[in-house]
């Protein structure tokens, strides 16, 4: 009966696991930031006067969000869920219609100022993230 050595296949299992417990919170973090910005993009529309929207401003109602007071974009927040998950929405209490803007009602359509980000970012932040991982762990040599 051979008899197979395992020691450098535990030793690269441990420097890789490693490597992952350190990077996936930065590359979280990074996530994160770039979401913001971008949902911050989509809030920072064209500043309109307070009144009532009519006509004369055609770009009232599509994206990017009309802007008037900022309290919408101040009350984007972020919160650690675990040390690989991170959470970012909009404060209800500093916002309370945030969710009618989202996800709008019977007689205005849905901006979805933060899903459609999330959902035009993800394919390219897992290439990120891919390809960062492969790059830490060539550093290290194991591959």
């Known amino acids: ?3 197979v050595n395992t020691a450098k296949w535990k030793w690269k299992v441990r420097a ?4 992952v417990a350190v990077q996936i919170p930065i590359l979280i973090h990074q ?7 971008k949902a911050m993009q989509n809030l920072s529309g064209p500043q309109i006067t307070p009144g009532i929207p009519g006509s004369e401003r055609p770009e009232i109602g599509k994206m990017p969000v009309p ?6 974009a101040g009350s984007m ?3 650690n869920i ?3 998950a991170e959470m970012i929405y909009a404060d209800e209490n500093e916002a309370p219609y945030a969710k009618w803007v989202h996800w709008g009602t019977r007689r205005m359509k849905p901006r979805r ?3 459609d980000v999330a959902k035009e970012r993800a394919a390219a ?3 990120r993230w891919r390809y960062t991982l492969k790059k830490a762990v060539r550093k290290v040599g194991l591959a």
């Open 1 to 3: 009966m051979k008899c």
């Open 67 to 72: 802007r008037r007071g900022g309290m919408l």
């Open 113 to 115: 100022f933060l899903q």
């Open 82 to 84: 675990a040390y690989n």
């Open 125 to 127: 932040l897992v290439n």
């Open 77 to 79: 927040k972020r919160m």
């Open 31 to 37: 996530a994160g930031d770039e979401i913001i910005r």
């Open 16 to 19: 890789v696991e490693r490597i």
